[in-house]
């Protein structure tokens, strides 16, 4: 399993709160694209939905982050998942599963985030 990071859109990626349209974090985003360039999987976790969400979709993509789900598990946990279900344990669940979640409501949780060791931390989960 890669190592999987949920993170939030207000106030984390971009600064401020809905509806705003806060400037960019540039050092969240790049530890984001960090991430994913080690094979970890992105989750955009937020409150948005609709055209709001779209533009947070959006405003990501044009300072080169994607996602491999927003709002929903990502590929491989729905794959571990429904394993799980299909071996008999009843593990599967509606709720957002990752190994760490970043949201600025989190103290402390941005700064943690941003000085991970990327590299070390997705080759050990890999090892798994």
Avoid at 44 to 73: P, V
Avoid at 81 to 89: H, S, T
Avoid at 95 to 121: C, H, M, Q, W
């Amino acid at each position: 399993m890669p190592f999987i990071v949920a993170i939030d859109y207000d106030g984390t990626l971009f600064e401020g709160g809905h509806p705003d349209k806060g400037a960019p974090r540039i050092d969240v985003i790049e530890k984001a694209k960090q991430f994913k360039k080690f094979s970890a999987e992105i989750i955009l976790w937020t409150c948005r939905d609709s055209g709001a969400l779209q533009e947070a979709i959006t405003r990501c993509k044009e300072h080169g982050l994607t996602f491999d789900a927003i709002n929903t598990n990502s590929f491989s946990q729905v794959q571990y998942m429904r394993k799980e279900l299909a071996e008999g344990d009843v593990f599967a669940t509606k709720k957002i599963f990752a190994d760490l979640y970043v949201d600025d409501r989190s103290p402390g949780s941005i700064e943690f985030f941003l000085n991970i060791d990327v590299e070390k931390t997705c080759k050990n989960y890999e090892s798994r």
